[in-house]
């Protein structure tokens, strides 16, 4: 599902209006934006991955914590097009902020719901540790949300860096899978 | 197949005219139908996870029991459309309480031809138990859809009930799949 | 990919332009077109389950004749559309045909391609059969073409007709499976 | 994911705006646009396919360059459709050729980083051999994209000519892997 997410997004890129360098530059943007959306699915596809993967229960509150977790990660391609549209205005930036953050809280949650099931002294528990990127990127998108308002540009760098912090693979987890 | 209905619906929802709060309003009601379709088809998906989980052997009927519980959960990103662009006028309300009801119908359907082929005495039969409550939310859109055409809400009202309903996680199976 | 394919089509239904039972007369042919897509795409589904289901090894004419098949109907969304604007119109109607004739040629091919892997004396071998009703089906749409010219409803009976034909389920394969 | 692209593509494809053989024509060349995205997608599935089936172990970096990849191919529904749009503009057929050339290397990265997990003596690296078919397909995109800009059909044609190379099954890998 993550996978169609991410297709939808591209789904949403205009064709540009003409076949030269100047109708190639109004699209730029917007490939940027994508491009910003498909790190974060990205990032949550391969993170939900690595996690599933060393998990071998599951329960029904894990089913609706992983629903609830797609929820979120399913309107990422809509506002990353009222993103774009509105060319980084204020109120799209702050509630694109705010469907990451509650995608990270939904990905917290779901981390709890499947510890609890496993139990802290599991293989899984100690791969997945305190979980403090993700309450890390929690808190950043508190901070940026407010500050879209001030400028939106602060807003994206913020989130650019917190996709970036989770570009660099998760050595710990990996060791401990292996 | 049921993610990509789920993501087809938020392909649908419209992006805001405009970047003000003014300008999110008019999307408010579509989300709220969204999510309510998410949580429909959501539904259907843990439960259908579930089943087939359970399920160790298939034959042409349970394909085919499967295909036309598919039929009407495709069609639910139609009917939500139709709803929300109808703003819950009376008919389309009416129509996407029959396509919820034969949804049901043919979960229904799917549920005996598995336990058709599995017999009354296996972990599946006791972990699906005398599907009481699919008989009941079928029986509570029977009575939905007429009611409808006095009151969309009233209809509306009904269908949220029986989200919920399913919502609460069915501690039965689980323990018996446990 | 063929339920994408499916998806595909329920994304292409217009939602009426009204919410009374004139605005929604003129979408149940189209309802009506998308229900027969939807027979089509899940008789090759099904079937296409059961055999690779049978199936234990792979090689690259395998795939590629998979690809094959998957390519025809993945232009059946596209010509579902243009039969239903078109209001059953003789050309589209026989191009309907014509992709539907090529899917079942790619797929006798499939089916030669994981016979010549498997060796005559498999139990695959022996659940496909001499694909008797492959073959008929070809020759049904080889027939219904040219009639698209003289009637299309002619046409779109005989389609129908291989259609039923094939949701009988077929006990011969079941049962060796079984 | 590569099933996802593949099926936008044909949702991309415009139903032809009438129902005779004149009508038809305009559509001609988008059919065979879409063939060809098709073959190229159809390509890096079928090998993708041969190379994670071969393949038990990953890690982050293999995660990641799946993604790169799957980040590429992404792109070619976006181009394929801008090459249609533009008539086989110089530009846009430069582009398409940027993106095939990108998607190349990120399936040369995915190789690097598998077999740098697998060692050189593994059963997958003997499989794999050195890439000299991906190596000169980069290669003769190298060589394409600036014709593109002299005529758009040489590159066209190079593109076509990498495609069919492609098709050719890879037999060594084959007898590698049965």
Do not use: C, Q
């Amino acid at each position: 599902m993550i996978a169609i997410a991410i297709t939808i997004m591209v789904l949403e890129l205009r064709v540009p209006h003409g076949a030269d360098w100047a109708a190639l530059r109004p699209v730029v943007p917007v490939l940027l934006t994508y491009a910003l959306g498909f790190v974060f699915l990205g990032t949550y596809w391969n993170n939900h991955h690595h996690m599933l993967h060393a998990t071998d229960r599951i329960n029904g509150k894990i089913l609706w914590a992983n629903l609830h977790l797609l929820f979120w990660l399913s309107l990422v391609p809509f506002v990353t097009r009222w993103v774009g549209e509105s060319h980084f205005a204020p109120l799209p930036t702050a509630v694109y902020g705010g469907v990451l953050l509650l995608a990270a809280v939904a990905y917290l949650m779901l981390t709890i719901a499947i510890l609890a099931l496993h139990g802290p002294s599991s293989r899984l528990a100690k791969a997945v540790g305190r979980e403090t990127k993700g309450k890390l990127s929690a808190a950043l998108y508190v901070v940026a949300i407010p500050l879209a308002f001030v400028s939106p540009w602060i807003a994206i760098g913020i989130y650019v860096f917190v996709a970036l912090f989770w570009l660099i693979p998760d050595r710990r987890i990996e060791s401990t899978i292996r």
